[in-house]
């Protein structure tokens, strides 16, 4: 089901509606349009409101929605498990042009910390480094979602857009941030 073009269109008009909701603005209609077509119109959308980044506020309002639809898709996926969340959430990007893994070693997710390695990415040709920061509130709510992690934050090391060959992330899930 999540590979089917209909969901992945679906999918992206979701994403569409979290983002514009935070802008206050009212989303663009890309549920419609070939997969590829719908990709291109939510980056360039989000990048027009993102190339200078976003400040505390944006990111905490996209940062919210992003997690409150995490949650959602947990449950619609009965997600129970680590590795559950885990081939949900690599699902999903594989979905939006991002190829993404977890590092899995047992030890550091034992401790409390999840690593993820973004290999490929669609939006790095589009996004500036500012609009890419931005757009990571989208990325740390929804994974913590999907994870059913309230608290930690999703902390990239390096990205793509800035020059490097990957993104590098980590979720610190023992984080005592202020529950959203």
């Not at 893994?101 to 990415?121: P, T, V, W």
């Not at 930690?152 to 793509?160: A, D, M, P």
Request: charged share 25%.
């Amino acid at each position: 089901m999540i590979d089917s073009p209909l969901f992945r269109r679906i999918e992206l008009q979701v994403l569409m509606n979290i983002t514009a909701g935070a802008f206050g603005k009212h989303p663009e209609r890309i549920w419609t349009l070939p997969h590829g077509e719908a990709l291109k119109a939510y980056a360039l959308y989000t990048c027009k409101y993102l190339r200078e980044g976003a400040d505390e506020e944006l990111w905490q309002k996209m940062n919210r929605r992003a997690y409150r639809t995490g949650r959602v898709l947990r449950r619609l996926f009965f997600v129970r498990s680590v590795s559950s969340a885990r081939r949900l959430i690599v699902a999903l990007y594989r979905n939006i042009g991002i190829r993404m893994s977890f590092d899995g070693n047992k030890d550091r997710a034992a401790s409390g910390e999840e690593r993820l390695c973004f290999s490929r990415c669609y939006f790095s040709a589009i996004y500036t480094p500012a609009a890419c920061l931005a757009a990571s509130a989208l990325d740390d709510g929804i994974i913590r979602g999907i994870m059913g992690l309230p608290s930690g934050r999703l902390c990239f090391s390096q990205r793509i857009s800035e020059g490097c060959t990957c993104c590098l992330a980590s979720i610190n899930k023992t984080n005592k941030e202020k529950e959203i």
